[in-house]
């Protein structure tokens, strides 16, 4: 069974920093992109980064361009999103996701 | 980018009968290596997104056969045949064509 696990979410400042992770298990993930997700609350889904199987290809949503990294380590089966200069319209549930499987979502709230 | 647009936002149905969700999108979803990259997501209350149906009409490894997919280029539909109260919750398309979008969502609920 694919387990993909999120963790890193939290409360932070307008203008701080967090570092999401996600873990996979039951999957390599070297064979699939790999993408991140976000649900505002009460609202629909939005694509946030994706990134191919070796790394060499990155893709943002226009709203968090030059603000959010992604990147991930094959090796460990894991997924990273390093997001900066936060802003009050990031708060959401990130879910990350391999081509057919989700995790259950960690929570960022961005607050002052 | 593309721009996904479902059809209707929301949907009642009493259990037993047959459901259909539209989904369309902005520009053909056909890519140069033959596959169309159209998926339907279901988002339980209070659960994550989970895989219905990836490039179209392959039903994901668990989903009962009353689900089912079809359509080409930009128009596609998630046909239900028969509605268990258990599929109460959000449906989503989303195209990895380009860089992927989701439709707006469509909410059903059983009368």
């Known amino acids: 069974e694919v387990q993909v696990v999120e963790s890193g979410g939290g409360l932070v400042q307008p203008g701080g920093s967090l570092r999401l992770s996600c873990v996979v298990s039951g999957f390599s993930i070297s064979s699939s992109w790999m993408k991140w997700v976000r649900q505002a609350p009460g609202k629909g889904l939005e694509w946030v980064a994706g990134i191919k199987q070796d790394g060499s290809e990155k893709s943002y949503v226009d709203s968090v361009k030059g603000r959010f990294t992604i990147s991930r380590d094959n090796a460990n089966n894991s997924l990273y999103l390093q997001m900066s200069s936060l802003r009050a319209d990031d708060t959401a549930v990130y879910y990350c996701?391999?081509?057919?499987?989700w995790g259950q979502g960690t929570l960022v709230t961005v607050s002052s | 980018d593309i721009v996904m647009t479902q059809t209707p936002l929301s949907l009642s149905v009493t259990p037993g009968q047959a459901a259909s969700i539209s989904c369309r999108s902005s520009?053909?979803?056909?890519?140069?290596?033959?596959?169309?990259?159209l998926y339907w997501n279901l988002q339980k209350p209070g659960q994550s997104p989970q895989l219905l149906i990836y490039?179209?009409?392959n039903r994901f490894s668990g989903v009962p056969d009353r689900f089912s997919g079809s359509g080409s280029g930009t128009n596609f539909t998630l046909k239900i045949s028969r509605v268990e109260a258990e599929d109460v919750g959000v449906y989503y398309c989303?195209?990895?064509?380009?860089?992927?979008?989701f439709g707006q969502g469509t909410k059903l609920e059983i009368k």
């Open positions: 490039e179209v009409s």
């Open positions: 996701a391999t081509w057919s499987t």
């Open positions: 989303m195209q990895s064509r380009q860089r992927p979008s």
């Open positions: 520009q053909s979803l056909l890519y140069s290596d033959g596959k169309t990259y």
